[in-house]
C-alpha cells in the first residue's frame, strides 16, 4: 500500500524537476543560431565566435592590466558567461531568407527578453537590439543586424553594461563617429 | 708530620693518615671488567620504528615528487591540448582575420607531448618555467576571437544609436562637437 502511495509521490518530484529545469533553460539568455551555418557556403567572409565562460576567463587573463582600452576589455567581460557571435557577408544581395531571422527572433520572444532598439531601413537593412533581464538586472544581450549583403548576429550571456560596450568603438581599432557619449580629454587635448 | 707521604708516598707514613686510607680505600675505584645482566634482551620495537620512518619519508618524497611532476607537466601541455582539440574553439574567421598562430594551432593534429615529447627532446626544466608564463596560443586566439566579437558587438549598438537618432540629429551633435 505505502508502495503504491510513493508512485504519484516521485511522479510529482519528477514533474517538478522537469517543469524546473524548463523553466532555468527559458530564462537562459544563450540562443541557438546553428541552423545559420548553411549561410557560410554562400557568403565571401564569415565570422563565427564561440566563446564559452571558461575561455573568457582564459583570454581576460592575457588583457594587459596597464593598458587602458585592454583593462576596459577586462573590466567589461568579467562576469560573462558566453560571447556568440555569427556574421556573414556575402557579393549579392538577398542571400539569406527570413526564415533565418525568424528562428533567431522566435527565441527571442520568451518573458525575460525585450526589443530594445528597432530600426527599419529598407535600404540599409535592419538593426535590432533584445535584452534579457532579471529583475533590473541585464543578463544577456543580441544583436540581430540585417544589411542586404551582410547578416551578423551577436549574442552575449552574462551580466553587460551596454553603455562600456558601445563605448568600445574607438579603442578597437574602429574610427569612432562621435556619437554616443564623450571620453574624457586628455591632458594634451586640453 | 711527613709532607713527603701526603705528596708522593716517598717519606714516612703517618698512622692516622694510613688509617684513613685503610677507611675511605674501601670506597675508590676499582677497575674490572663491565658484565652485561643475562636477564637484559634487546628489544626490536625501536628498529622498527626507524625503519617505519625511513619508509614513510621516501614514500613521502616519493608522492611530493610524483604530485610536482604532474602539475609541471600539466602546466607544459597546457597549450598544445587546445591543438589538439580545435572542437574546444570552434572559429570559423575571415581568411586575413586568422594570424599564422592561429593558422599553427588548427593544422597541428597531433603534436608530440608530455611523457612522448620528453623521450625526443631534451627539456630544460627551468627554460619550461619560463615559457608557462608568456600567453598560451589557447589564451592569445580566445582573447582575438574576445577582442573580435566585442568589436562586431559596439559597432552594431553604435550602428543602431545612430540610426535611431536619424540624420538631422546626428548633423546636430557632430555640428555641436565642432563648436563646442
Known amino acids: ?190 | 708530620m711527613n709532607e713527603e707521604y701526603l705528596w708522593d708516598k716517598s717519606g714516612e707514613p703517618d698512622p692516622e693518615i694510613q688509617q684513613l686510607e685503610q677507611i675511605l680505600g674501601t670506597l675508590g675505584y676499582q677497575p674490572k671488567t663491565f658484565e652485561a645482566p643475562t636477564n637484559l634482551r634487546p628489544t626490536r620495537r625501536y628498529r622498527y620504528l626507524s625503519l617505519a620512518a625511513i619508509a614513510a619519508t621516501l614514500v613521502f618524497a616519493l608522492l611530493a615528487g610524483f604530485v610536482w611532476r604532474s602539475l609541471h607537466r600539466k602546466e607544459a601541455d597546457l597549450p598544445t591540448t587546445a591543438a589538439s582539440n580545435p572542437k574546444a574553439i570552434p572559429l570559423t574567421t575571415t581568411p586575413e582575420v586568422v594570424t599564422p598562430v592561429e593558422k599553427q594551432t588548427v593544422v597541428s593534429s597531433k603534436p608530440i607531448t608530455g611523457r612522448r615529447r620528453s623521450q625526443f627532446v631534451a627539456v630544460n626544466a627551468r627554460r619550461r618555467t619560463n615559457t608557462t608564463r608568456t600567453p598560451s596560443p589557447e589564451a592569445l586566439l580566445a582573447k582575438e576571437q574576445l577582442t573580435t566579437a566585442l568589436r562586431l558587438a559596439s559597432e552594431k549598438i553604435n550602428l543602431a544609436h545612430r540610426k535611431t537618432l536619424g540624420p538631422a540629429q546626428l548633423n546636430q551633435i557632430r555640428n555641436q562637437h565642432k563648436l563646442g
Do not use: C
Open chain 1, 1 to 190: 500500500m505505502k508502495s503504491l502511495l510513493k508512485i504519484p509521490e516521485t511522479l510529482l518530484v519528477a514533474a517538478l524537476l522537469v517543469t524546473t529545469a524548463l523553466t532555468v533553460h527559458a530564462q537562459d539568455p544563450r540562443i541557438q543560431m546553428a541552423h545559420l551555418d548553411h549561410l557560410a557556403a554562400k557568403a565571401s567572409d564569415t565570422v563565427d565566435v564561440n566563446i564559452d565562460e571558461r575561455l573568457i576567463q582564459l583570454a581576460a587573463k592575457v588583457f594587459n592590466d596597464k593598458d587602458e582600452d585592454e583593462a576596459q576589455i577586462k573590466k567589461l567581460v568579467a562576469g560573462l558567461k558566453g560571447i556568440y557571435v555569427k556574421s556573414f557577408e556575402f557579393e549579392n544581395e538577398n542571400e539569406y531568407s527570413t526564415a533565418d531571422l525568424d528562428s533567431i527572433r522566435t527565441q527571442l520572444t520568451q518573458a525575460s527578453w525585450s526589443r530594445l532598439v528597432n530600426v527599419t531601413s529598407k535600404k540599409e537593412g535592419n538593426v535590432e537590439v533584445y535584452v534579457s533581464m532579471t529583475g533590473a538586472d541585464i543578463n544577456g544581450l543580441t544583436v540581430i543586424s540585417a544589411e542586404p549583403k551582410e547578416l551578423t548576429v551577436v549574442n552575449i550571456v552574462g551580466p553587460i553594461d551596454l553603455q562600456k560596450l558601445a563605448k568600445l568603438e574607438g579603442t578597437l581599432g574602429i574610427p569612432d563617429l562621435g556619437v554616443g557619449p564623450a571620453k574624457p580629454k586628455t591632458k594634451n587635448e586640453q
